[in-house]
């Protein structure tokens, strides 16, 4: 069974970073620079802070996953988001999340408060693993398809 890459981004404190480790799946940290300037070769999933707290002129999302997303191909392998927050921020708690999630057309997975609880990151880990199971019934549905109805002709053959 698949296990959907995780691609996170966590600041010194690394609260987010704990939470991913947790999580019993591939990682990779967008702090690190060469994973901010890799592609992904398939169905990922984000987790992103949310840094704001008030200040109208500060951007929730973290420049680290701005510049992964600056890529269309990651972009396009985006599956869905999770999200870190601080309650103490107000109605911008997880705002970094639920903004790419608009943009993107993807969802919000799951949402925890600091580093989680280890229900937060049981309750992730039964998402994440939904979310492979789906991915993976897609695939098979796609590969019968595909399988199941000959090549359209060419003009050629016309």
Sequence with gaps: ????????????????????????????????????????DGPWVLLTPSYKTGNPANDTIPEAVRRFLASPANRRHLVGV???GNRNFGRYYQRAAREIAELSGRPVL?????????????????????????????????AHDSDA??????????
């Design 82 to 84: 999770m999200g870190s």
């Design 110 to 142: 799951f949402e925890f408060e600091l580093s989680g609880t280890p229900w937060d990151v049981q309750e992730c880990v039964r998402i994440l693993e939904e979310l492979d199971a789906a991915l993976d019934r897609r695939d098979a549905l796609r």
């Design 1 to 40: 069974m698949r296990r959907t890459p995780v691609y996170y981004y966590s600041s010194s404190s690394g609260l987010v970073r704990l939470f991913a480790e947790r999580l019993g799946r591939p990682v990779h940290d967008l702090s690190e620079r060469e994973v901010r300037q890799s592609l992904a």
């Design 149 to 158: 109805f000959p090549a359209a002709p060419t003009a050629a053959a016309l």
